[in-house]
Each structure stands twice: as C-alpha cells, then as structure tokens.
C-alpha cells in the first residue's frame, strides 16, 4: 500500500498554509509535529496510512530533537573550555615561553631560539631572510644530535629592524622546527572565539604554538 502526506489538491492546499505558518518563526520541531498532524488529519479513510508509519516519523523527531540538544551543549562546552583556557594563559602573562615559529620580528635584543636534530651536522646555521629576500647566517658550526641553542644578535650581526622567516640549514639538509623565546604579553579570545596570545618577537600565535613555559624573569 502506497503512503502518502496528502491525497488530493485540496489537503495539500490545507496543508501548505500549515507549513507557510510552521516555518514563519517556529522551531524545526514545531514544523515536524505541524506536518505529522497535516498528515493523520488529511489521509485517506479509504486507505489510512500504517500507525507505524506515524511511528517512525516520531522517532525520527525524537533523534533530530536529541541531535540539536548535543550541538546545542557541545558549542556550549567549547565555548566554556576557550574561556577556560583564556583563564589559564592569562595567569601566565609575563612568563618567558618557547614557541615553535618560522617568523621572528627583530628590534636592537637579542633574541633566543632552539632546535633539534635527528642526526650530527657537521656544518649547521640558522638562516634569516628578510622582506626583500636578503639572507642573514648564524653560524652555529658542527652540532651533535639533539637540541641547539643559538642566540640572535642584531646589533653585532648588522642586521635591520624588522621581520625575518627563520630556517636551519645543516650538513644532512635536515629541516627542524625551530622554537623562539619571548616573553607571553596578553592573552584575548578572537571575534571568532579562539585564543589567541601575543608573544614579543613573534606576534600573534594560537596556544597550540607554545611548546614550553619557562617561568618568570628574576627581577
């Protein structure tokens, strides 16, 4: 037997007012219980639509009502956990952190970084190129597996204020992330509701960029 919501041009003219009326500020549920009565007011007596037709529709309202209950406490718990961690990193405004970084905004300071390798390099360097493409070396010579430190100074290396990319070059021609120090100076949560810290030396980064917290300078 063949089921249908409506079985002539009268009841789905009835029935499309109902639906015009649903739709103009109610709810999607509004709308599925106003189709669901349409359907059992406008069937044919003749050939009644099977109750377990009816049955399936309300469970399929009891899903789609239980789907928008989870959204609905899911944005909610994301919403509460950015808050959360805007909390946090806002108790570490002042502290020196390490961030993983392939920019570096350079003034007159020194500015700290590391890296690690896979393997020993006989020859290693940190590569610094500016706006225009220039390249700028930090020669670290031969370096051991495991992490580098190397310090950037502007003043002795001549180079000018502003932002360079940053990159390791090495005998095996490993590529290593690179991690720069500087100091956590405010946490603000975006227009789109993120974290996001600002960091001397680098900028804006999302949390995920810190790798490590180093504490408070001694004052």
């Known amino acids: 037997m063949q089921t249908s919501f409506f079985t002539d041009g009268q009841a789905a003219k009835s029935n499309s007012s109902a639906i015009t009326a649903a739709t103009g500020g109610g709810s999607?549920?509004?709308?599925?219980?106003?189709?669901?009565?349409?359907?059992?007011?406008?069937?044919n007596p003749l050939e009644p639509t099977d109750p377990s037709a009816f049955v399936n529709q309300l469970t399929q309202l009891s899903q789609m009502e239980s789907l928008q209950n989870l959204s609905s406490q899911s944005s909610t718990n994301v919403a509460m956990l950015e808050s959360l961690q805007a909390l946090g990193m806002g108790a570490q405004v002042g502290s020196q952190v390490m961030v993983k970084a392939s920019e570096?905004?350079?003034?007159?300071?020194?500015?700290?970084?590391?890296?690690?390798?896979?393997?020993?390099?006989?020859?290693?360097?940190?590569?610094?190129?500016?706006?225009?493409?220039?390249?700028?070396?930090?020669?670290?010579?031969?370096?051991?597996?495991?992490?580098?430190?190397?310090?950037?100074?502007?003043?002795?290396?001549?180079?000018?204020?502003?932002?360079?990319?940053?990159?390791?070059?090495?005998?095996?021609?490993?590529?290593?992330?690179?991690?720069?120090?500087?100091?956590?100076?405010?946490?603000k949560l975006s227009a789109s509701g993120g974290v996001v810290l600002d960091v001397s030396h680098i900028g804006e980064v999302a949390p995920a960029a810190i790798t490590r917290f180093n504490g408070r300078s001694a004052t």
Not at 114 to 121: G, I, Q
Not at 125 to 151: H, I, M
């Open 104 to 187: 570096v905004q350079l003034g007159q300071d020194v500015v700290n970084g590391a890296f690690n390798l896979s393997s020993p390099s006989a020859n290693t360097a940190v590569v610094l190129t500016d706006a225009s493409g220039a390249n700028y070396r930090v020669n670290l010579g031969a370096r051991p597996a495991g992490e580098t430190t190397f310090a950037i100074d502007p003043v002795k290396l001549g180079l000018p204020q502003g932002r360079y990319t940053l990159a390791v070059d090495s005998a095996s021609g490993e590529s290593a992330a690179i991690e720069v120090a500087g100091t956590l100076q405010s946490v």
């Open 28 to 43: 999607p549920k509004d709308l599925f219980t106003t189709l669901l009565v349409a359907q059992i007011k406008n069937q």
